[in-house]
């Protein structure tokens, strides 16, 4: 029997060990994928997909005019005399008398010459307007995921040179440490040995206090409130299409832009609404009708009743109201024109100096490969001179410190070309629609120190 308990007690241990690792799995994420989590999970996207739903209905409202209007009416009503019909401000109408009646009313526009038509055309390209918010913000979110994502391999990256710099500068220790109880070298050495050791440990502490927070960073622009741990794949966006026609992006960034599209049509619908107000000071014509059955009345009335008529309505003085509106919708459509332009302007501008950072960061890149090739060799040669002891550790420790900031500049300008050609993207309008085909970065060059 305590075999038998005990066979079940490592069962159960086993169990509960491997329900621990299923559950501490650190879930595998390509960009494409945080691209799909994004837009599935992120609450901005959700609340912009609310307001375009919430749009279409306005459009609703608005052709509903042309449809027939019907009501139904019940009245009941008593009075004691027929003296009521000449008291003032009460229930004096000469209809005033016992009845009870019940009816259906009902209305049907004819023509209002173009009032109700341009407000329904107003309505439906402010829904446009705002489905294309809606992609201004998928837009945005899926910038901010590439940043974070990005950010997040470039801390990741960085925290590989702070754990490899650690190491070489532990094993250098070790190495003068040695000598010096050896009396081959002085104790000198190893205090500025043990420094370098405490300075690549700073440097590493701070490398694991980035990439928290750029996990951190990552969880929220995917749309999660609580931290993520991921396992980020290497990839790259698509590259943009002849990135030297400076034009040319702008003019895709005019057509695509979803910022642009938007107050296109906010202009548009500016306009529409101005002439639905000059068309209120037209006539309205309608066709009414309505009948009805009445079981309580006067003994001299019928018992049932219908009538229909062409009604005709024209606003002959309003103190100047119809007027003004007119006029403070042609205003608002005259300032949407212009937002429109400040748009064109302000994007034009953006996508130039997206050009210009994406080939500064392109440069920097090459740069500091450059960098890192001869503060490699300049290591080497201060290593292999302290070894045979034609120099101090203070060569050796300086040739160090260049290495270790080469490695960061050139870790820091890879990811950087990265996050500018997303920008790029971004700013033409094609970050959503790209494709993002899987893309290994190039292998940094040169020794970890």
């Avoid at 449809?67 to 019909?85: C, V």
């Avoid at 650690?166 to 220790?173: F, Y």
């Avoid at 309003?318 to 042609?330: K, M, N, P």
Wanted: contains cysteine; proline residues 3%.
């Amino acid at each position: 029997m305590k075999c038998f308990f005990a066979t079940l007690l490592i069962l159960a241990t086993w169990a509960g060990i491997a329900v621990a690792d299923e559950t501490n799995v650190i879930q595998t994420l390509t960009l494409a994928e945080a691209h799909a989590l994004a837009l599935r999970n992120h609450p901005q996207i959700a609340a912009a997909n609310y307001r375009a739903l919430a749009a279409e209905q306005v459009v609703r409202e608005a052709r509903s005019g042309f449809f027939p209007q019907a009501n139904l009416y019940g009245t009941a009503a008593g009075a004691d005399s027929q003296n009521t019909r000449i008291l003032a401000g009460g229930l004096n109408n000469p209809s005033v008398m016992d009845r009870a009646a019940a009816g259906l009313g009902a209305s049907q526009l004819i023509t209002d010459f173009g009032h109700t038509a341009n407000l329904a055309a107003s309505s439906r390209y402010s829904a446009q307007a705002e489905h294309q918010n809606a992609a201004a913000t998928r837009e945005q979110v899926l910038l901010d995921v590439d940043a974070n994502y990005f950010g997040a391999l470039q801390a990741r990256a960085m925290l590989h040179v702070a754990q490899q710099t650690l190491d070489t500068r532990q094993m250098l220790l070790d190495q003068v440490s040695v000598l010096a109880s050896n009396k081959l070298k002085s104790e000198l050495d190893v205090s500025f040995a043990q420094v370098a050791l405490e300075e690549g440990r700073l440097l590493l502490q701070k490398a694991q206090n980035d990439q928290d927070a750029a996990l951190a960073s990552l969880s929220t622009a995917l749309g999660y409130r609580e931290f993520r741990s991921f396992q980020l794949v290497e990839t790259s966006p698509p590259a943009v299409a002849d990135t030297n026609d400076v034009p040319g992006l702008i003019g895709i960034a005019l057509r695509n832009r979803p910022e642009l599209l938007s107050l296109r049509n906010e202009h548009e619908a500016a306009l529409r609404f101005a002439w639905s107000q000059r068309d209120a000071r037209l006539p309205v014509v309608a066709a009414v009708g309505t009948v009805g059955d009445s079981p309580v009345h006067d003994d001299r009335l019928p018992d049932h009743y219908a009538a229909g008529a062409i009604q005709l309505s024209l606003p002959l003085f309003s103190g100047g109201l119809y007027l003004a509106r007119q006029h403070e919708a042609e205003l608002r459509a005259e300032a949407a024109d212009e937002l429109l332009r400040t748009a064109e302007d302000n994007i034009a501008r953006d996508v130039r100096i997206a050009w210009l950072n994406l080939n500064d960061a392109q440069e920097r890149v090459r740069t500091t490969a450059q960098l890192l090739r001869h503060a490699t060799e300049a290591f080497d040669l201060a290593q292999a001179r302290y070894q045979v002891g034609s120099s101090s550790i203070v060569e050796l420790s300086q040739a160090q410190l260049e290495l270790t900031s080469a490695q960061i500049a050139n870790t820091n300008a890879r990811y950087d070309v990265l996050i500018q050609q997303a920008n790029l993207n971004y700013q033409i309008g094609g970050l959503s629609e790209a494709t993002r085909p899987s893309a290994n970065l190039p292998r940094q060059s040169g020794k970890e120190n």
